[in-house]
């Protein structure tokens, strides 16, 4: 069962191929729903503090009736935050509205403020909240620690000084959007890519080609976009409240064609639609 594998990162710490997606997730239902994915199955649950559900999703995890040992739980540091002091903070701010000792994955969620997407010069700010997030993984705060949104160049400016390199960069990843060069990168670093939105915030849905391929499958477009991703190398992170929805995504135990893939490669997506106004879907 797909719940069941796992990739090893460069830490040797061992994170589920498959996880649960939070953003959009009220903060009031967040708690329902991590406790839903833990009884079907799930064990890798990503939130963020921009997400504004981290209570939520932690009362999910203490409530959940699983071993916090048998968990993979991730959050990310706000965007905004570009100082080692109030990354520190921020740290102990995500531990404490979780009510959790540890996290076992921490992000940089955007190597820029959201109000400046792929803008300014934040190198420095980059630098400092790294290591922040160093420093609470050797006091035991984080198992393992990683950025999201980071292109080739923002990676370069982290491992010019890191004393750990990242394990993870969380990106935008699915069929339509495939980052063949940062995808190259990473795995010659040995840095695990994560994979979020990969059913392109529902806009694949809408596409005749993928849903005619998914029919060949017997699979639904939603399955057919997260086994795409898993045969990539990455952890495919879906977003769902609805526990249908939960046990369907996890149901990816076949395996998509070389040539099938080839062609998914090859799809584009410019336009996400309502979604285009969110920095990371806006082409920039």
């Not at 498959?18 to 079907?40: C, H, K, M, N, P």
């Not at 080739?152 to 993870?168: F, K, R, W």
């Not at 976009?225 to 526990?243: A, D, W």
């Amino acid at each position: 069962m797909m719940l069941n594998e796992t990739y090893t990162l460069a830490n040797g710490l061992q994170i589920p191929k498959l996880g649960l997606g939070t953003w959009f997730i009220e903060d009031s239902s967040a708690a329902r729903a991590v406790q839903e994915a833990l009884a079907i199955g799930y064990r890798n649950i990503d939130t963020a503090q921009a997400y504004g559900n981290e209570r939520g999703v932690g009362e999910g995890i203490r409530s959940g009736g699983m071993p916090r040992g048998d968990l993979f739980v991730s959050s990310k540091l706000a965007a905004e935050i570009k100082d080692y002091a109030d990354a520190v903070a921020a740290i102990d701010g995500s531990l404490a509205v979780m009510g959790l000792d540890y996290l076992d994955l921490m992000l940089i969620h955007s190597p820029q403020p959201w109000n400046d997407w792929r803008g300014g010069d934040y190198a420095e700010g980059n630098r400092e909240a790294w290591r922040a997030l160093e420093e609470a993984q050797q006091a035991g705060k984080l198992r393992s620690i990683g950025v999201s949104n980071f292109q080739q160049q923002d990676l370069e400016n982290i491992l010019s000084v890191c004393t750990v390199a990242p394990q993870v960069n969380q990106v935008l990843v699915h069929v339509g959007n495939t980052p063949w060069d940062l995808l190259a990168f990473c795995t010659e670093k040995d840095i695990l890519v994560e994979a979020y939105s990969p059913i392109a915030h529902g806009e694949m849905l809408k596409n005749k080609d993928v849903s005619a391929m998914a029919e060949r499958y017997s699979v639904t477009v939603p399955q057919l976009c997260i086994r795409y991703t898993l045969q990539l190398g990455t952890v495919s992170l879906p977003k769902t409240s609805n526990p249908e929805h939960m046990r369907s995504n996890a149901d990816v135990d076949f395996v998509i064609s070389e040539q099938d893939m080839e062609t998914l490669k090859h799809q584009h997506i410019s336009d996400y639609g309502r979604y285009s106004k969110f920095p990371v879907f806006s082409g920039k």
